[in-house]
Structure formats: C-alpha cells, structure tokens
C-alpha cells in the first residue's frame, strides 16, 4: 500500500498569499495519477487537480498542480476567502489500492 | 449535470449489517466510462476508500474491508449499493458515494479519481 504523507498538518496564510500544499508518496505513484481535493465542513470532497496537474472543471485558474514519482504539490497563487478548508491528495494503486493523504488544514491567518 | 444522494439507515446496531444506497441522477450507472465507489470518513480522520462498482460486474475492494464488504448495483433504479457486515463502533462514519473516472481500460485501470461526489450519509453503529 503506498502511504500519502501531507505537508504541512496546518498552513495559516492570508487572504492574497500565495499557498503550498505538498504530498509525499511512500513510492512512485505509478503514471502520475495522484488526484487533489478540496473539503469544506459538512460538506463533501470536490475534486479540484486529477492526473497531478490537470484541472478539473470549473475550477478557477488560481488552483494548480504539479509534480511527479513520490513528490507533488498543489499551489494556490493568490488565496481567496473562499479557498480555506481542508485538502487531500489521493493515488490509485494497482489491485487497486486507493488511498488519501491526511490531509492539510488552510486556516485564515 | 451528474447528482447522487445516499441513502439508508443512519442507525445500525453492533455486529449488524450496514447497507446504504446510492442514487445516481444524470448519469446511468451503466455508463461505460466510469466506475462507482463508496468512500468514508470515519470522525476526525481522513478519508478511506471502501470498494468500486462497474456495471458488467468487475469490482474492487479495499483489502482491510474486503471480507466484510459487498457492492453491487440495480440498473432499473440506477442505484448502487454498499453492504458492510459485523459492523462495529469503528465503522461509525460519514459515507459518500461517488463516480469514479478511470484510465486505462475497465479490465486493467491505471488510474482513478472521484467527481462528483453525494453529500454524505452519517451511520453511527451503536446500541
């Protein structure tokens, strides 16, 4: 099973700063398909990044993904109020094993 | 525009078992292009894939629930289900259903994501 490792537990940024999110596989993520997601309270995962850095639609152009093998990151270039929540990444492994990182906590500074 | 909704108990007693639904809406779940899956969220944790279901029968399981876990789909409602037995207070969560887009091929998947997502359904196992 690979083992998603998210960085870091809580990032505490401001309105307009520019956020970075990473996750770190316990071994190469095979073709790259390392997924990203957005959950506010009470509500359910949307999916923002697929395929490390293939938007999903809708999704506003701030959003973006990138990375490859064990490390990935998703940034965010200019955070809007909007945008803090919890984040998780997610790999499909074969057999399948899927699994999702931890998560990482965005709070308003 | 893909919905689904989860439905069923939210109530199940120690050692029962679980079963939720999943209505699909906009989509068949016969729809050759995706698979369909159930994921928790157990309180406070992360999130756990649980299995995935395709419409000509090929599914998959999360191994560490496998033995406990049945999915399977009735194409005249377009509803998939999730079936969990020897429930116990740890299988207390918030279950979403979701459409899982693949790649690769049905048979041999490369790769998988979830989009759209239900709004949840809480089962809390408890006397």
């Known amino acids: 099973e690979i083992v998603l490792t998210q960085s870091p537990g809580t990032l505490s940024l401001s309105p307009g700063d520019r956020a970075t999110l990473s996750c770190r596989a316990s071994q190469s993520v095979s073709g790259n398909y390392l997924a990203w997601y957005q959950q506010k309270p009470g509500q359910a995962p949307r999916l923002l990044i697929s395929e490390a850095s293939n938007r999903a639609t809708g999704i506003p152009d701030r959003f973006s993904g990138s990375g490859s093998g064990r490390d990935f990151t998703l940034t965010i270039s200019r955070l809007e109020p909007e945008d803090f929540a919890m984040f998780y990444c997610?790999?499909?492994?074969?057999?399948?094993?899927?699994?999702f990182g931890q998560g990482t906590r965005l709070d308003i500074k | 525009q893909v919905q689904l909704q989860e439905s069923g108990p939210g109530l199940v007693r120690p050692s029962q078992t679980l079963s939720l639904s999943c209505t699909v809406s906009?989509?068949?779940?016969?729809?050759?292009?995706?698979?369909w899956s159930w994921i928790r969220q157990r309180p406070d944790k992360g999130l756990e894939w649980i299995a995935n279901?395709?419409?000509?029968?090929?599914?998959h399981y999360n191994p560490s629930l496998k033995s406990r876990v049945t999915i399977s789909g009735d194409t005249s409602k377009n509803q998939f289900t999730l079936k969990l037995s020897s429930v116990t207070a740890a299988d207390t969560a918030v279950y979403f259903c979701a459409r899982a887009i693949f790649s690769g091929t049905t048979m041999v998947v490369a790769g998988m994501w979830f989009d759209p997502w239900g709004q949840g359904a809480l089962v809390t196992v408890s006397t």
């Open positions: 279901f395709y419409y000509s029968g090929n599914s």
């Open positions: 997610q790999q499909y492994g074969s057999s399948p094993q899927i699994t």
């Open positions: 906009g989509d068949p779940i016969t729809d050759k292009h995706y698979y």
